[in-house]
């Protein structure tokens, strides 16, 4: 299960069932759960825990120190969980001390080619990132995220869960649940809710309809934040999932994306 080309660390821990390609390199402080398969050429680094049966392929680079001028060496690492695809030539970066210290990736989700997630960045679970999507450092995706190509996130964003990043997007704002996104910079919007998304994810129509009433209070009403918060919570009775609304106006630190 493990090429005898393979560079795998003595002190590394490795569970069952693990296979490991030709002239990939494991390090001293690097955990892989069981049933793993990492491919040819990849190169796992640093304090990296990964959990049960990921799918790592060739040319990834996971644990490498952060592009952050201040890092200097510090016990940080990365966490993935279970049941991961990360496809060729993904990078991600470990964690800073002035971040949380760890890069944090759930379950299920889907890295295409070429995707960067920097420092100190969170991924929940079943999201999707598509091929050459670049995550700055402290950045948070909720659940069931999905990136277009050459989607990029400025540092410090949220994106609320089941929204959608249209591909070539510039995100420079937290992103509300729900939503889709378009656009080039000061040009992104807003374009409505993620229905295709919501509908794949069993959404009811009946609670599609209370989402469509809760996006008209955030973005057509001509409400302050603080008032569309007031009017969401009316809500919170008969559509608990506006709750998520309210939870990203409440913690938006740089206002959201209109």
Request: with cysteine.
């Amino acid at each position: 299960m493990i090429s005898q080309h393979a560079i795998v660390h003595q002190n590394a821990r490795l569970g069952k069932n693990v296979e490991i390609g030709p002239f990939t390199v494991i390090g001293e402080q690097v955990e892989i759960g069981d049933d793993c398969f990492i491919g040819p050429h990849v190169v796992i680094e640093g304090h990296t825990k990964i959990g049960r049966n990921n799918k790592i392929f060739q040319f990834a680079s996971i644990g490498a120190p952060p592009q952050d001028k201040k890092y200097a060496g510090e016990n940080t690492g990365i966490v993935i969980g279970d049941d991961n695809f990360i496809r060729e030539y993904c990078s991600i970066h470990c964690g800073t001390p002035q971040g949380r210290g760890i890069t944090k990736i759930g379950n299920k989700n889907f890295l295409m080619n070429y995707v960067h997630v920097a420092h100190d960045c969170v991924l929940e679970n079943e999201v999707v990132l598509t091929n050459n999507a670049a995550l700055a450092g402290h950045v948070h995706l909720g659940n069931y995220v999905v990136l277009g190509g050459f989607a990029k996130i400025l540092q410090f964003c949220t994106i609320g869960a089941y929204s959608f990043i249209a591909g070539a997007t510039d995100v420079i704002k937290d992103v509300p649940p729900y939503v889709l996104v378009s656009g080039y910079h000061d040009g992104t919007k807003v374009y409505g809710l993620n229905l295709v998304g919501l509908r794949r994810r069993g959404f009811s129509a009946e609670t599609l309809r209370n989402l469509k009433h809760a996006y008209n209070i955030i973005y057509r009403q001509g409400l302050t934040v603080p008032q569309a918060i007031v009017a969401l919570e009316k809500m919170l009775a008969f559509c608990p999932e506006v709750q998520l609304f309210i939870d990203s106006l409440k913690h938006a630190k740089h206002g959201i994306v209109r």
